[in-house]
Each structure stands twice: as C-alpha cells, then as structure tokens.
C-alpha cells in the first residue's frame, strides 16, 4: 500500500443477508484523481463507497483510506473525508446556515462562523442563508451538500451519483466544482451512471453484480474492452441498423441521432463486414478513435442491470 | 477521543431547532397530555351514581314510601317511572334503559305488619359488575337505617335486629372515595409513558428514515453524542408535562399532594429516563416512522391494563402480575399514588425505585448493544 494511494482496497466482501452485494473487489485510487466509478443500478457502487469510508462493516477483505485501516480506523477516516449521499441528506427542516453550521459543529471546526459565512458566499447563497434547505431546488440541494461535504477541508471527497436527476447546466456547473477542488489536490471519487460524467475522469472502475469488471486510467478502457469502433452516416439509417444487427462480426450498433457506431471485438470480421457495405458505395463509413462510450455501452450490456433497467436498453445489439 | 460536550451539544440544539419548527409534534407534546388530563380526570368514575331505576309496584303504603325515598336519597338510584309488569322491567334492562328495576310484591306492607319478612327483589343489570357493584352492595345498608326510621313504636319489634357488634371501616388516603384521586395521578405515568416512549422512537427514526441518519455517522460523531443529544430536548418536554399536570391535579383536580418532594422527582426522573431509553430501543430494531408508532402503541395497552391504573393490580393472576411487575409505568404509578396520596418518602417508595432501575439497566444494555455506528 503506497504513499501516494488515496484509497486502496484488497478483495472488499460484503453480504446483505443472503445476498452478496460486493464481491472480492480491489481498487486504489492514486492521491488527486478523479476517479470515476461506473456501474448500472444496484450493482454496489453505494455499498462499495460506504466500506471505504467506514460506513459499513465488510465481511472481507482488507484496506486502506489515506493511510487508516477501513475496519479499524473509521473514526479518523471520517475525520479527513467529505461523504456525499446520493440522496439529499441534510435537514430539509434546518435553514441552510443551521445546516452548514450543525455540520462545522460535527467536526470541532475552529473559525466555525467564518467558515459557514464563507461556504456560504462561495455558493452565492448568502443572502438565502436563513432559508429551510428543503425548499431549495435539486441543483441547489447538490450544490449545498457538496459545500457540507467540503466544509471541513476534507483530502478525500467520496461523492454517491451526485448528479443524479439535476438538469444538464447544474450538472456542468458541479464538474466544474469537482475540476477546481481536483486541482486543489482533493482526490475525488465519484460514482455515477452519465456516460458524459464518465469521460471526465481520469480513472474508471466498471462493475456490475458487485464485480470489477475492468478498471483503469480512463484511455485505456477502450483498448481493455478491446472493441473497434466505426461510424456510419448515410441514407436509411433505420434500415441500415436493423441489418447490421443481424450481420456476423458486429457485436454493437448504437445510434446516435442520424449516425450509428458500429462496434466489434473482432476487428478483422468487423473490417471484412465494413469492406463490403463499402462497396454498396450508400454510406459513409469512419474508423472510430477513443471509443470510451462504446465501451460502457458494451459492458452494461454484457451486464444487465440487476433491477432490470437501463443496461439492455442503452446496450443496443 | 472521548466524548464531546460540543457534538453533543450542537445535536440537542439541531433538535431544538427542529422540535420548535414542528409546531403539530410540539403542540401534541404539551396540548394532548393535558386535554387527556382533563378527559379522563372528569370522565372516568369507578363508583356510579345516579343510575336509572324502575320500580314494578303491586303494594304501596308508608313502609314502601320510605324505602324507595331513602334509596333515592342514596344518589345510588334515580327513579325514572314505574312499570306493571314483569316483562316490561325485563325489557328495560335488557335494551339499557334501566340498571335496576325494583320489585314490591303484592301484599308487602300488609306482610311487613304481620313480621312475614316479605321479600323485594331487585333486578340489576351486571353485565358491567362494576356499574352495579357498589348500588347494591350499598342496598342493603340503605333499606335497614331506613326501616328502623320508619319502622316505630308498635312496628319496632319487626325491623331488622342490628348485629351482636359494629365494624367500622377507616377509610385512609382517599376517603370519600374519589375516583379523581386515584385516576390523575396514576395518569400522569400513563401520559409520560405515551408520549416519552413514542417521540422519542419517532424523532431517532426519523433520522435513518430521511438518510439524514448516514450524514450524521459519516462525520466523528460517536453514538452517545447522538444519543443523549436527542433524548435531553425530551426530558424537558416531560418535566414541563409533569409540572402542568400537578398544578392541574392541584387546582383543577384537588388531588393533595402529601409526601416528600424528593422521593417524587427521583422517581420521576428514573421513570423519565427509562422510557427515554424504551424509545431509543423501538427506535433500532424500526426502520420507519409508521413501524416506530405502531410499536410505541403496542406498548400502550399493557401499559394501561396490567400496570394497576385501569384496574387493581392485586386482582390479576400471578403470571399476569409478572408481565406486569416489567412494565415501568406499575412501578411509577405506585410510587405517585404513595407520594402523592400516601404521604411517602424516599424509603416508602425503595423497591419500586430498584424495580424502576432494574429495568432500565436493562434496556439501555440492549439499546447500546442494538445501536450502531454503522449502517449495517
């Protein structure tokens, strides 16, 4: 377990009931990363998150969160990392000060009031400061709990699909949040399921059944799924896919408006197949580079949600 | 790292915080132990008067007279009319409208006269044996002091031959008899126990329910803070409960209160803290508000009917007795009624200060051993 490993965890285990939710799973998040963490719903992001910050008890496994032992050390754990849930869980019924300053208090902050004044300016919420938090809308709540979980200068962020069900421009705006405090030296986990959140980060861990399928620096994916990627324009695109589904040698056809990327494992079948479209002489054909969507797209589909949604939806072929 | 009076103290003031916003939960804390006081304190009545009585006469006379006066006189009976026969005084007590129906045979003061021993019957709905209970034990009192009035000069030799010897019944602590003086303080453990058991077990579910309640354990707090900094908002709620019920119980109720202050605020005060820890046991084995309610409830009924306040706890067998002797509010409820009607003191009221203790401890050892700092 090194110096510069945020967190690092060996075979994490654990069971609700009967039911295993994260399986002998391992990662190390290097100190200043954004690292992504995908994965369809309940697939143990949630679970994976709350053993790294003490939260919850694996059954097995062993590791390290800047430098404290997860089973052992919860208690300093929680002292240097910010937690953000994926469900709103600050007091809707407290005001946004009572909020950020209940949780000051939590943490024996010195300078408490000049602190909260300046979470608050920082969210340009001053003069909202004595408004109850559950009348804020999803944007501000995520902004207000991502303040809380920053107030008290934590080294390690773990954020819980902080971005789930807030509206593109709060979205981008929060990234930008993430980028700033990234630069600053925090090492940020994040899970989510938004395809343009994964790119952002600088390294990804996919699982599924609470199994890593594959991790890595996020350029590598592409190569470590392993697919070859083209894009298609042309007439009769409808048409177009619903033969490609069929052919030998294309694994993947996901269409994006009036433009399909055609996808395979197989890079020689998939060129043979592309060679004779080519010859038909309709459509456009392009040689795709990076490919870090198609990935995802492929991997939810090799792994189907446990719920039953999204996965085969978005999967395509 | 111990434990910290500033975690601590932020959580109770968060609670605060959130005790005065919920205005409905806070007005119920205070509004409804009172409205429960004056309810019950005037309604409930163990020893009723005034019950509805027919009389079926075939005879009457002077003796008759006398009689049917001096049971009227007794406030045990009102007479609301007179029927004619058998079947209409079956029928009126069969639908309830009358408790009793009062027989006079034909003849009767002719056989009073005559020293025949003539008999009245009286017909008494006891399908509630405590409505008709003490009207007919009080009978028989009524009917002898009343012929010995009426019966005089040549009739004296056939009225009732008083016993060889006299029984006089002291009636201590309560001697008139009051329902009141038995009922309010004995509600006060009812009440405490209604609303300390069940806020508490709501306020702590509240927290996991929302997801507040993973917040709260990210951060260094440690289960005690969050404990105690919960519960203390709702030891003051009781005291203010208790101190507006013994100024009603005082004022409104006239119920005296005899014994030693101390003793009653150490019992108080266990009694306080004991439910406080029954709610925060509700509270980790619930996952939602609704569960924690109904759970709270359920403990209310053994609480009222096997704890001595609805009805004697000497009368239940011993098993039930045992259920009973578990149940805090019994021992609370002696320690009221013997501080409070008694005149007792500290030492009066010892066991049931160890009753109180005992279980205690051993609720706050499965509630800290439920509790944890985790989610799982």
Partial sequence: MTADLAISVRGLTKDFGSHRVVDHFDMDVPKGAIYGFLGPNGSGKTTTIRM?????????????????????????????????????????????????????????????????????????????????????????????ALAAAMLHGPQLLLLDEPTAGVDPKARRDFWDEIRRLSAQGVTVLVSTHYMDEAVQCDFIAYIAYGKKLISGPAGDIPALVGLTTWRVEGPDISGLEARLRKTPGVDQVARFGAVLHVSGKDKAALAQVVATERAQGLHQWHEQAGGLEEAFIYLMAGAPDTLGNDGAAAGGA | ????????????????????????????????????????????????????????????????????MAMKTSDYFAFEGIVTDREAGDRALRDGSANFVAVIPPGFERDVIRGLSPQILLAADASDPSAAGNAVAALSGIVSTAMAQTLTGPLRATAPSPAPFSVTVHK????????????????????????????????????????????????????????????????????????????????????????????????????????????????????????????SFFTLLPTILLSGFMFPFAGMPGWAQVIGNAIPATHFLRITRKVMLKGAGLADISHDLAAIGLIMLVIVAVALKRYRQTLD
């Avoid at chain 1, 709103?88 to 004044?117: C, G, P, Q, W």
């Avoid at chain 2, 058991?197 to 509240?206: D, G, H, S």
Wanted: net charge positive; charged share 15%; proline share 4%.
């Fill in chain 2, 1 to 68: 790292m111990g434990f910290s009076f500033a975690r601590f103290s932020a959580v109770l003031v968060k609670e605060f915080i959130q005790m005065r916003r919920d205005r409905i939960t806070f007005g119920m804390m205070i509004g409804i132990p009172i409205m429960q006081l004056f309810l019950f304190g005037f309604a409930i009545n163990s020893d009723p008067k005034h019950l509805p009585t027919l009389v079926e006469m075939a005879d009457q006379g002077p003796i008759t007279r006398a009689m049917l």
């Fill in chain 1, 52 to 144: 790294m910050c003490g939260l919850l008890t694996p059954e097995s496994g062993t590791g390290q969160c800047l430098g404290f032992d997860i089973i052992r050390e919860a208690q300093q754990i929680k002292e240097h990392v910010g937690y953000m849930t994926q469900k709103f869980s600050l007091y809707e019924d407290l005001t946004i000060r009572e909020n950020l300053d209940f949780i000051a208090r939590m943490y024996r902050m010195k300078d408490r009031s000049a602190k909260v004044s300046a979470a608050l300016a920082d969210l340009g919420l001053t003069n909202r400061a004595g408004q109850l938090a559950g009348t804020l809308s999803g944007g501000w709540k995520q902004r207000l």
């Fill in chain 2, 172 to 295: 201590q602590f309560n001697p008139e008899g009051r329902t009141a003086t038995n009922i309010v303080p004995g509600l006060l453990a009812i009440i405490l126990s209604m609303t300390m058991v069940m806020i508490t077990a709501v306020a702590i579910v509240r927290e996991s329910e929302k997801g507040t309640m993973e917040t709260l354990i990210a951060t260094p707090v440690r289960p005690a803070e969050v404990m105690l900094g919960k519960i203390t908002p709702y030891i003051l709620v009781g005291y203010v409960q208790t101190l507006v019920f013994l100024l009603a119980a005082r004022v409104i109720f006239d119920v005296p209160f005899l014994g030693s202050r101390l003793a009653f605020f150490t019992g108080f005060n266990l009694y306080i803290v004991v439910n406080l820890a029954l709610g925060f046991l509700i509270s980790t084995v619930t996952r939602s508000q609704m569960q924690a309610m109904q759970i």
